[in-house]
Nanobody, 121 residues
Framework: QVHLTESGGGLVQPGGSLRLSCVASGSILSFSVMGWYRQAPGKERELVASITNSGSTTYADSVKGRFSISRGNARNTVNLQMNSLKPEDTALYYC???????????????RGQGTQVTVSQ
C-alpha cells in the first residue's frame, strides 16, 4: 500500500507564492512519475504538473511559467513551487502516483487527501 501526505497549502494574496510538498510512504517508494492534480468547486479536475523519474516535466497551460515541479533527493517526494498565484488557482491540490508504479500513468492513480490553496485578498 501507498500513502501520500501533502503539506504547504494555505491562504495567500494574489501574486504571492506557496510551496507544496508530498511524501509517499508504505511498501512502494519509487514511482516512474509523480504529479499534482487540483480540484476546484464546480470545475473539472485538472492535472497541474507531473515529473518522471528522469526529470521530464509537463504543465497545464494555465500554470506554465508560474509553477515548477521537482522531486526531492529522496525519490519518494515531490514538490510544487507556485508563484504569481491568481484567484483562479484556488483549489484542493493533491499529490498522485500511478497505481502501477513502474509502467502506469497518472490517468489511473493513487491520491493523497489534498491540501487547500486559497488565493484571495
Amino acid at each position: 500500500q501507498v500513502h501520500l501526505t501533502e503539506s504547504g497549502g494555505g491562504l495567500v494574496q494574489p501574486g504571492g507564492s506557496l510551496r507544496l510538498s508530498c511524501v509517499a510512504s508504505g511498501s512502494i517508494l519509487s514511482f516512474s512519475v509523480m504529479g499534482w492534480y487540483r480540484q476546484a468547486p464546480g470545475k473539472e479536475r485538472e492535472l497541474v504538473a507531473s515529473i518522471t523519474n528522469s526529470g521530464s516535466t509537463t504543465y497545464a497551460d494555465s500554470v506554465k511559467g508560474r509553477f515548477s515541479i521537482s522531486r526531492g533527493n529522496a525519490r519518494n517526494t515531490v514538490n510544487l513551487q507556485m508563484n504569481s498565484l491568481k484567484p483562479e488557482d484556488t483549489a484542493l491540490y493533491y499529490c498522485v502516483v500511478p497505481r502501477d508504479p513502474v509502467r502506469g500513468t497518472l490517468a489511473r492513480h493513487i491520491r493523497g487527501q489534498g491540501t487547500q490553496v486559497t488565493v484571495s485578498q
